[in-house]
């Protein structure tokens, strides 16, 4: 199955994942017109009145560039919704989201038909995450578009099983968008997501370390100072399992190689089930591939990067054949 036409101006294969706290409207707007969907969790905005101004300002700006620039016009952005009933903004973000016609709904921690219906009314899709075949079928019944397979490895909120086994099995009975998240951090792992079955790449932790990133500059810097070695897997910190960064974590006062399980039902956006410090603020997540990423450019320029190594990957493939 093809694409929806919502895809066509990408420049390489990638949705750039939406980061928690991180993701801002400079972000965005810089990873649309580079050739990327860019995308920010409704969240980001607080209060609530600035969703609807950033809203605006990525839509008027993406409108200008591609009237500058009608031969290579921005790619889509998308707005994640966190569906899970803590989020109590959940249905004024969706109102705003069909305001302003978002192209591109990216669900989290909960499906629901009434989203979905919402978002297609105005023609936009909704693409949700899931961690594996139980949630991806409901996910496809409850009417979500395309799937984001978050596999093992994968920044934040992700689960544990290998992209390849993943996609395989989901890719035998859905034929939709399927997106494919965990470690991927160069154009040639874009590449193998598209070998293996996914339709695009989800890319978050290699975005952290940009110059638009709202992120600590030290957040930044360790991203670029660590690799896979240095992420541990844990719910501790927001009630579900995610990867964070083990520097971040003893900088403030815990072991991570000694963490205490959380209680799911303590999930929260913003505290920890069972820790003073925050996830996300405090406590900072990063994905195993974070080894590939080596320095601090422009968001831009990070997708020149990808797209410069995509094409060089294709062609090692081509050379083999």
């Not at 094409?311 to 050379?319: P, Y």
Request: net charge negative.
């Amino acid at each position: 199955m093809s694409l929806p036409p919502v895809f066509d101006p990408l420049r390489i294969p990638v949705v750039a994942a939406p980061l928690f706290i991180i993701s801002n409207p400079d972000l965005v707007i810089a990873q649309c017109q580079a050739g990327i969907v860019g995308s920010f969790p409704a969240l980001n905005a607080r209060p609530i009145e600035m969703l609807d101004e950033w809203l605006t300002q990525i839509g008027e700006e993406l409108d200008r560039y591609n009237q500058e620039n009608p031969e290579q016009p921005a790619a889509p952005f998308a707005v994640n919704q966190i569906v899970h009933k803590s989020n109590d903004r959940l249905m004024q973000d969706l109102d705003l989201c069909v305001k302003h016609k978002v192209p591109i709904v990216i669900t989290s921690l909960g499906a629901r038909p009434e989203l979905n219906d919402a978002v297609h009314s105005y023609g936009g899709i909704v693409l949700h995450d899931v961690i594996n075949q139980r949630f991806a079928r409901k996910a496809i019944e409850k009417g979500a578009d395309g799937l984001i397979t978050v596999a093992a490895g994968a920044g934040g909120h992700a689960g544990t099983l290998s992209p390849f086994a993943l996609v395989q099995e989901i890719r035998e009975w859905f034929d939709g968008p399927l997106l494919l998240a965990g470690s991927i951090a160069t154009g040639s792992a874009v590449l193998a997501a598209q070998v293996i079955g996914a339709d695009l790449a989800y890319i978050g932790s290699p975005f952290v370390a940009t110059a638009e990133a709202r992120a600590a500059q030290e957040y930044k810097q360790m991203i670029v100072d660590s690799n896979m070695d240095d992420i541990v897997y844990t719910n501790l910190f927001s009630g579900v399992h995610a990867n964070y960064l083990k520097p971040s974590i003893r900088a403030n006062g815990l072991d991570p190689d000694a963490l205490p399980e959380s209680d799911p039902s303590k999930m929260s956006f913003g505290s920890g089930g069972g820790s003073k410090s925050k996830a996300w603020r405090d406590i900072w997540s990063g994905g195993q591939g974070i080894g590939a990423v080596k320095d601090i450019p422009p968001a831009g320029q990070r997708v020149a990067e990808l797209a410069s190594q995509y094409e060089a990957a294709k062609a090692r493939v081509q050379a083999l054949g």
